[in-house]
């Protein structure tokens, strides 16, 4: 396998960075709802909660669209793999979410680096920029995985709350799974996609009627 250039790195650095004008702190993925309810109380609760998410939910399945998204090999297959991972959102929040990530993604990335991405889907929209940069696809997968997890990481600091050291060790201790994911989605395919963290689907459904919230999802 090539090694990545540090030009990679750094262009995905960049890209998948909370200083990149998506918004990705103004979503929760429900985690807040969690919160709210009392499931999430800990930082045990966190790291077990996220890592559901990332092995048996919206991790797992969009790290399958990004690699698709990264394969796809006409502008017909893109848009199949699009209109599939709207599909798969559980909630209309988290429709919203991957929505808007998505364009402002695609807004900000064209305007830099002058692609035509459209309004994609998050991980597609990420998965075919990379394809255009040439970016390495499991390096793509990896990085992209860990800056979801650290996000959810960030809300639970905010709202649990977790110290600044639990939150980074959290985050350390996620890494790995992020690499394992990444390294498993590249020998998987659409047929592989599945869902089974239902209590994160439920919690993005009642934060869309919860009272008080902070994030939009």
């Not at 998204?69 to 209109?83: M, S």
């Amino acid at each position: 396998m090539a090694t990545p250039t540090d030009t990679a790195v750094l262009t995905l650095t960049q890209w998948l960075s909370p200083a990149y004008p998506v918004g990705g702190f103004a979503y929760s993925h429900g985690l807040e709802a969690a919160i709210d309810a009392g499931a999430v109380t800990t930082v045990q609760d966190t790291g077990a909660w996220i890592a559901d998410v990332l092995e048996h939910g919206a991790g797992w399945n969009d790290a399958l669209f990004l690699v698709a998204a990264h394969r796809a090999g006409d502008a017909g297959a893109l848009a199949g793999i699009d209109a599939t991972a709207r599909a798969f959102c559980a909630s209309s929040e988290r429709v919203m979410e991957t929505r808007l990530l998505g364009q402002a993604f695609g807004s900000v990335t064209g305007d830099v680096w002058g692609f035509e991405l459209g309004g994609l889907a998050y991980p597609v929209a990420v998965g075919h920029a990379a394809r255009l940069q040439n970016l390495p696809l499991l390096l793509t997968t990896q990085i992209f995985l860990q800056a979801f997890m650290s996000n959810l990481v960030a809300c639970a600091t905010r709202l649990v709350p977790l110290g600044q050291t639990e939150a980074q060790r959290s985050i350390r201790e996620l890494t790995p799974l992020c690499a394992q994911l990444a390294e498993q989605s590249l020998a998987a395919g659409l047929d592989d996609l599945s869902s089974t963290a239902f209590l994160a689907d439920i919690a993005s459904m009642k934060h869309e009627t919860q009272y008080s919230r902070i994030f939009r999802t």
